[in-house]
């Protein structure tokens, strides 16, 4: 009889003891009965017999865990403050079938593989030579300079050595034309993972990871918890984007994982933006990569007012429909507009079961929460004061759709966000009408902006820059700034382009437009013994639909947090978004100069209702 300490996978349960009439491997992973249910375990360790009884594990998988996913679980465990069950429930595990024939597989099948050459200009080369350099480095590279060029030569190299290579982005880049230009290059090496696969198609990426034939892996965060041997390299590009962060338990930051992984795995990783994070612009060495292979210019023009489509907007679109050219329209909210407003008592209808308000869809006739899905009729009249006048604000992409429709008929416009680009088909063939010039003028959200080459924009339209400037977030300035220099580079590719940017703070963008490295050595004396990179943060949510228990769990932990001496209790209390899904939700914010000092303050204090965010973007 054996004894093992096992980890339920994906759930918050501390290591149970269970028993077996064989000896297990650590890291294999078994069936259990918990609570008469059938679960999926991780044998974490050997055991002496305990002094109660034990059940039998009643089934042997064929897969595992590596001792680096053990390792790198451990860690993800300990500073994201979350189960060692909810860490393995991110990672895929090792296949022992596939593992036993996947060196002869590979070399087989990449035998026959053809791969092209990779021709790199002379900087391009001397950035490639700093990144091999160096175990983590920075690719500062302005949009359009050639930074997937370097990361597919540096791909290349592994290849050669027989290595493989994780090149991890944002869902939102994961483009056809990002697909096409890594195929094109290395054919079947390489494997696109991503949520929107079918389940065949899942299967078969996966068969390739398994036996090894895939040499590049290329997706968003849950990329790097591939089974993948032999690692070579990791590349995060667009290493600045919030959605490398993730939003529910363990909340890790992939790129910092990634960073973790390279000296773990003892691997180089390149971290690539056009507009790198401060975190990353302090604290790895970095490789300037400017201008670009377009030598079309751009013109910025400001627009002192509020957000809307105005004549100065409508007749820059409809100068460039009249020269046969295209435009982008970034609007940064979905739906046609974001909130309904009583005229007569500013009441805003907000959702029953969050304390937000509700964003309008047209389309569906609809109000529709974006935090919790739910959905209402449009209402006639004032919920509080029973008035009519109600009046819509903040401008949506749907709205900017119908309207710019309505004032230039025969133009061919298409809205591009979340809410009509639903699959990679609808991606794929959106951006190929786009291209070949069946689209006129394109509207869209963040989306506009990620991984997309748009030959024929001269107009870019940026609306919302000053509502992203006033955020309630210590790197507003960042994102706004990032934000705006992200999407004016989509235009000016092949002929010269205007942008037209609606902010009363032109000071601030025309500023650092063409200086965001001027910009990052400012941040930093605004963050200096305030915020990261300087300090650490933590984010200490509860939320329940009693919202006094959650209030109470709150001050409980407070006032156990507040005889700390090395943490600083930043605020504490309501959430900006107090309800969220009938939920109440209450917060800490914890500032320290090391992230250890916070672990154990938490480890100390920690209550039922505590979720942790380490490191956290998100503030609402």
Known sequence: MFF???????????????????????????????????SKAVIVSKCAKPDFKTNEIIGISDFFYSKKHLELAKFISTYYVCSLGEALGIMTPFESASCSTSEDVKLDKFANEKISEITLSVKQEEALDFLKERRISLLFGDTGSGKTEIYMKYFQLMIAANKRSIFLMPEISLTPQMSQRLQEHFGESVVMWHS????????????????????????????????????????????????????????????????????????????????????????????????????????????????????????????????????????????????????????????????????????????????????????QACSECGSPSLVSSRLGTAEAVKVISEEFTDARIEQFDRDAITTASKLKKALERFNSHETD???????????????????????????MLNMSD???????????????????????????????????????????????????????????PYKKLCRILFSHKNGAKAWEQMKKMQAMLSSISNIEIVGFGKCAVERIANKYRFEILLRSDKSTDLIKAISRCKVDLAEVDMDPIEFG
């Open 4 to 38: 093992y300490e096992v980890t339920i996978l994906s759930s918050p349960l501390s290591a149970l003891t269970y028993h077996c009439e064989h000896s297990l491997k650590i890291g294999s992973v078994v069936n259990l009965l918990i609570r008469n249910r059938e």
């Open 196 to 379: 929107k696969l079918t389940p065949l198609q899942k299967k078969k990426a996966l068969q390739k990871i398994y036996d090894g034939s895939a040499k590049i892996v290329a997706g968003p965060r849950s990329t790097l918890f591939l089974p993948i041997n032999d690692l070579g390299l990791i590349v995060v590009d667009e290493e600045h984007d919030d959605s490398y962060k993730s939003s529910s338990r363990p909340r890790y930051n992939a790129r910092d994982i990634a960073i973790y992984m390279g000296k773990l795995y003892d691997v180089p990783v390149v971290l690539g933006s056009a507009t790198p994070s401060l975190n990353s612009f302090t604290k790895f060495p970095y490789f300037r990569l400017k201008g670009g292979y377009y030598s079309a210019n751009r013109e910025f023009i400001y627009e002192k007012s509020l957000e809307s489509l105005s004549p100065v907007i409508l007749n820059s679109l409809r100068t460039t429909l009249q020269e046969k050219n295209q435009a982008i329209v970034f609007v940064p909210t979905r739906a046609n507009f974001k909130y309904l407003i009583c005229q007569d008592c500013g009441h805003t209808t907000q959702c029953v079961f969050c304390s937000i308000g509700m964003s309008i869809h047209q389309k569906s006739r609809a109000l529709k929460c974006h935090y919790c899905n739910y959905t209402q009729a449009i209402p």
């Open 441 to 467: 003028i394109l509207i869209g959200t963040q989306m506009l902006s990620k991984g997309h080459d748009y030959h024929g924009v001269t107009l870019a339209v940026v609306l919302g820059m000053d509502n």
């Open 474 to 532: 210590y790197r507003a300035r960042e994102k706004a700034l990032s934000s705006l220099i992200q999407v004016s580079g989509r235009s000016g590719r092949a002929k010269n382009a205007k942008v037209l940017v609606q902010s009363f703070n032109e000071e601030f963008f025309s500023a650092f437009m063409n200086s965001y490295e001027e910009f990052l050595e400012e941040e930093k004396i605004y963050r200096k013994d305030l915020y990261p």
